[in-house]
Each structure stands twice: as C-alpha cells, then as structure tokens.
C-alpha cells in the first residue's frame, strides 16, 4: 500500500488557507450582511457549504490513512485513532 502522508498534510493546509480567507471575508463584512440584496451571503453561504463537505470527507480520508500507516498500533484503542475516527464521522453525515 503506497502511504501518502505528504501529499494529505499539503492538501491540508490547502483547506485551512481557503477556509481562512472566507472567515475573514465574513468578518470584514458583517455589517453588510443585514443587507438582503447582497450577492456576497449567498456566495459566502455556498462556498463554506462546499468548504465543510470536502474537509469533512478529507478529514475521515486522512484520518484513515494514518491509521493504516500505524499499522496494527492504529487499531489499537490506546492509538486513540478510533475514537477519533468515530468523533469525526458524524461530521459527514450533517
């Protein structure tokens, strides 16, 4: 099984710049958002929609992954991996 860990950690930082920037967009402006003829909140709505689904499908990707490349050790219940796991899979599903 090839590991990718390097690749996932890039992606990841990816998604959190991304993710960054729309939180700073929201925050500068907020006060404009009491304006319902505003394009920006359902922009800002759609995008952060799009945004938590793919971190959320990566997270349980990664979350995976790394538990694959610990070996027997990420099925261990002392690895904590698997209730990490089990703590992100209600985040695909709402």
């Known amino acids: 099984m090839k ?3 390097m690749p ?3 992606t990841n930082l990816v998604y959190y710049r991304t993710s960054m920037h729309y939180i700073a967009l929201s925050d500068n402006n907020f006060e404009k958002f009491m304006d319902e003829k505003n394009p ?3 922009q800002l709505h759609a995008i952060s929609s799009i945004i ?3 971190t959320s499908w990566f997270a349980s990707e ?4 790394c538990r694959q490349a610990m ?3 990420g099925y261990s219940s002392y690895s ?5 796991y089990n703590d992100n899979d209600i ?3 709402w």
């Open 8 to 10: 996932l950690l890039a």
């Open 80 to 84: 904590k991996i698997g209730t990490i």
């Open 52 to 54: 938590k689904a793919k």
């Open 62 to 65: 990664c979350i995976q992954e």
């Open 91 to 93: 985040n695909l599903t």
């Open 71 to 73: 070996g027997g050790h």
């Open 40 to 42: 920006l909140i359902e």
């Open 3 to 5: 590991r990718r860990l």
